[in-house]
């Protein structure tokens, strides 16, 4: 049974940084492309990052480009998001997710496996 557990939100003043984390279990993951999404309140679901696991490509929604980091650990099965300059916008609710498509890394419909969620929320 795959089960994936994220863990690192919080609240976090704007301009600073969290590290999301996404303990992934029940099989192997090498074939997975695994992502991140957030949903704000009134709003659907986004796209936040992916990572192919066996290659380690990335790939970054254009809104966090540049301060936020996705990488993962082979020996912890485990996904990261490093979030910086966290703003006001960035407030939502985070899902790890687990997807065997290569290609449509950005598409909610494509990940068959999701976590619960962590809640990140940034103050001014």
């Known amino acids: 049974q795959v089960q994936l557990v994220e863990s690192g939100g919080g609240l976090v003043q704007a301009g600073g940084s969290l590290r999301l984390s996404c303990a992934a279990s029940g099989r192997t993951f090498n074939s997975y492309t695994m992502g991140w999404f957030r949903q704000a309140p009134g709003k659907e679901r986004e796209f936040v990052a992916a990572?192919?696991?066996?290659?380690?490509?990335?790939y970054y929604a254009d809104s966090v480009k540049g301060r936020f980091i996705i990488s993962r650990d082979n020996f912890k099965n485990t996904v990261y998001l490093q979030m910086n300059s966290l703003n006001l916008e960035d407030t939502a609710v985070y899902y790890c997710a687990a997807s065997l498509s290569q290609t449509y890394y950005n598409i909610a419909g494509w990940y068959a496996y999701w976590g619960q969620g962590t809640q990140v929320t940034v103050s001014s």
């Open positions: 990572i192919r696991w066996n290659s380690g490509n990335s």
